[in-house]
């Protein structure tokens, strides 16, 4: 099963950028299809972005124009370059990876991003 591991989170002011990373072990992210998403509390968690392999995207709509996700397979690591932050993206962010096969997903212990107004 993949193991992975985000960081970057933290503190931001509305209009400033975070830059999230995950990196993957016990596996090879090239047969993953990989994503983000995150849970504002009190909310139900959503999808946030989509990169199913290293040509094709997508989000949603409230980020769309804002954040970026890419992945690098030969490194074994999954990036989201969030800019123009707003307190509405206040939320924990999970890294997320679904094997192409099995189906099966792996998770993140997620990370904390908390924008101020």
């Known amino acids: 099963q993949l193991q992975l591991v985000e960081s970057g989170g933290g503190l931001v002011q509305a209009g400033g950028s975070l830059r999230l990373s995950c990196v993957a072990s016990g596996g090879i992210i090239n047969i993953y299809s990989v994503a983000w998403y995150r849970q504002a509390q009190g909310k139900q968690r959503e999808l946030v972005a989509i990169?199913?392999?290293?040509?094709?995207?997508n989000y949603v709509d409230s980020v769309k124009g804002r954040f970026t996700i890419s992945r690098d397979n030969a490194r074994n690591t999954v990036a989201l370059q969030m800019n123009s932050l707003k307190p509405e993206d206040t939320a924990v962010y999970y890294c997320?990876?679904?094997?192409?096969?099995?189906?099966?997903?792996?998770w993140g212990q997620g990370t904390q991003v908390t924008v101020s107004s």
């Open positions: 997320t990876a679904q094997n192409i096969y099995t189906r099966l997903f792996s």
């Open positions: 990169a199913p392999d290293t040509v094709n995207s």
